[in-house]
């Protein structure tokens, strides 16, 4: 079984440029997460979804985030336009209908210069 | 917000030691989880925990839900070098829907 994958790995952008993050879940997983790492910080939720809704966007930072899951399969979180606080490690995770635990794809680096 | 307290924050140990690290919160959680990152890579689900008290192993690793659902503790026995890597407790309480509240994290390091 495939786990989850992010596209890109690493993403270098300018401030004020527009940078599209993607997520695959693992198949067959209703909820999948977005998580933002930034250095020397803990790791944060930022938005949660049950197929195609959001369930809960309480960790977004603000309206230059865009999160959507179309046809509840893959999720794009789109950050527009880039500021130099963006930077850091976008996790996406995803878990079964039921369960708590929830399983990470590897990340993407996203810096803003 | 809601912040966990993990410790210690790094450990160097020599091949073959124990190690325990533990994590803290300053109210009640009803779920524990441990993971594991290994450098350029997500972090990897080590063990769940779900009722006070619970005590869970998965191979060398052992990790314990604490009776006042305020804490959790990690051990890994007989530590490997394949061991490295930093470890988080995450967890979630009663409200706060399924996102999960992070450690920051604890460093480990094995001297073969």
């Known amino acids: 079984e495939a786990g989850v994958t992010q596209f890109p790995s690493h993403s270098v952008i300018e401030k004020g440029q527009t940078v599209t993050l993607r997520c695959d879940p693992i198949s067959g997983h209703d909820n999948l997460y977005w998580y933002r790492r930034v250095m020397g910080k803990e790791i944060k939720f930022l938005l949660h979804f049950v197929k195609e809704s959001k369930q809960d966007e309480s960790g977004m930072p603000n309206n230059r985030f865009l999160a959507e899951r179309t046809g509840g399969t893959y999720s794009t979180l789109k950050v527009q336009p880039a500021e130099l606080e963006d930077s850091g490690v976008y996790f996406c995770a995803s878990s079964p209908g039921t369960y708590y635990e929830q399983y990470f794809g590897p990340g993407t680096r996203l810096t803003v210069t | 917000g809601q912040q966990l307290n993990q410790s210690p924050q790094s450990m160097f140990i020599q091949e073959g030691e124990d190690v325990s690290m533990n994590c803290t919160s300053s109210?009640?959680?009803?779920?524990w989880l441990w993971y594991k990152q290994d450098p350029g890579e997500g972090p990897v689900l080590l063990i769940a925990l779900y009722k006070a008290g619970e005590l869970t192993s998965n191979g060398r690793l052992t990790a314990q839900f604490g009776t006042t659902r305020k804490d959790s503790f990690l051990n890994i026995s007989a530590s490997i070098p394949s061991d490295v890597g930093i470890y988080f407790c995450a967890g979630t309480y009663a409200g706060n829907n399924r996102k999960l509240i992070w450690g920051l994290g604890t460093s480990l390091a094995v001297n073969p």
């Open positions: 109210s009640i959680f009803n779920t």
